[in-house]
């Protein structure tokens, strides 16, 4: 099942030297009896930005919740930055959840929000110099109008700014996104890959992306991870999302058809 | 009113209205948040096992009372965590449990116990001065951990995910939330009285909620309804010769509805 990571990273040019930014071997995962994950394994440098792919239910949020420290690996390793997630810094990681997640009924306002990614607590009142660095980095993602906006009243995709500027804030080395262009419209999504791919010209960041957008995998990323519960191929775009492997992630070819063309899976 | 405050047993009421008025809405806007409402109802009952407990016994009720709520909170944070049932669930066996105890604890004492009307609807005479340095003691560890616990229970209440990739002990912190819930609750039992001790844990942040923009705001906001309205229902309880919980209670319930009223005003 393992497909190709390593020509990947032995391909001139690439960093086979430096420390992987993210490195998974033989990774399962299980809920009680129920396995969640199975055999996933993959590197990647800094500064790479992967997409992870597949049906609903194929372990992709599970993935990102290993990387997180929410849940811990049945069997195999997963390092990040060299080290095992347990004794990396939460500040190296911005996790941006899916927005369907936010308690609306949290009096917040979007400014608070954002400071829990500096303070990792609830914040009381702010301080100057911390009311700043929330604005600025809310200006860098366009969301600055909203910093005393409550977040109950943000649209989906001014929230899903706001959840990023969040991340940015504490200048992660990894950043980690779920499906987050769900309940945005086509436009909103477009803005969200330019902030990101802006971000990462301007910090060596390297970002994870779990997504249905096919498109995005094709033309952001640099590396795809193809779930199906275990891992059905990694590589460059070209070479992971092949029609055999989407088939085989997918069972039948047309919802990867319906996908390319911008739908959704219903898998 | 200043001859009111001049007798003794008054004032030992207000200091303990004052105290209680505070942790009850201070836990409270947890309570709120987190939508353990009926946590409070099960604590409170189980506080009249605890109590029952010590009639029979034949020693200070409240010494009884306090290990005995704390177990049934732990053993409910217990269930819930290791079976999987919902919250209220593990909530409603152990409120069955507990009162049932209570019961038979009342019917083994087999003499006429006045007493134990005085917990279950609460009494100013009922203070005395060993309760007030127990609920002043009690006080003391709520503000000695709000620094500290505030901004970690509030990010675990908005988030439990968020707070746990930033590597907060949530299950941790919520045992200790658990734990000073329930001897709140049963400090609260003689100003209060069992059977609307939910109510003083719920309503003042309700209220505070309705109206606060931030987490912050809301509770300041229930910590002054709380404190308000305990010093208003205790000296109208006096006036009218009626039983102090539920007058605080009905206080409470007229600032609810009065802040309904104002934010409909304001919306």
Known sequence: MVFDSKKTLEQPGATTLTMPAVEVENLTVRFGAYQALAGVSFQIPPGAFMTVLGPNGAGKSTLLKAMLGLVRPAEGHLRLFGKPVGATSPADLAYVPQIKTLDRTFPARSLELVLTGLRRRWPGRPAAEEREQALEVLGRVGAAHLAERPLGCLSGGELQRVYLARGLVRHPRLILLDEPATGIDVVGAANLYDLLNAYQAAFDVTIIMVTHDMEVAFHHATDVLLLGGVQVSFGPPREALTDARLRQAFGHIGHAHAMLRGGVPDA | MLEVLSLPFMQRALVAGVLVGFLASYYGVFVVQRQLSFLGAGLAHAAFGGIALGLLLGTEPLWVAVPFTVLVALAINWVRGRTGLAGDTAVGIFFAVAVALGVVFLFLKREYTADAF??????????????????????????????????????????????????????????????????????????????????????????????????????????????????????????LDVPSGATIVLVQAAVFFAGMLARRGRA
């Open chain 2, 118 to 239: 005085a917990y279950l609807f609460g009494s100013i005479l009922a203070v005395r001065g060993a309760d007030l340095w127990l609920t002043a003691a009690v006080a003391g560890m709520a503000l000695a951990t709000w620094p500290t616990y505030w901004g970690r229970w509030a990010y675990a209440t908005f988030d439990r995910d968020l707070a746990r990739a930033d590597r907060l002990p949530v299950e941790r912190d919520d045992y200790l939330l658990s734990v000073l819930l329930a001897v709140t609750v049963v400090v609260a039992v003689k100003v209060v009285g069992i059977i609307l001790i939910a109510a003083f844990l719920v309503i003042p942040a309700a209220t505070a909620r309705l109206l606060a923009p931030t987490f912050r705001a809301m509770t300041l906001g229930a910590v002054a309804i709380g404190v308000g309205s305990a010093v208003a229902g205790l000296v109208a309880s006096y006036w």
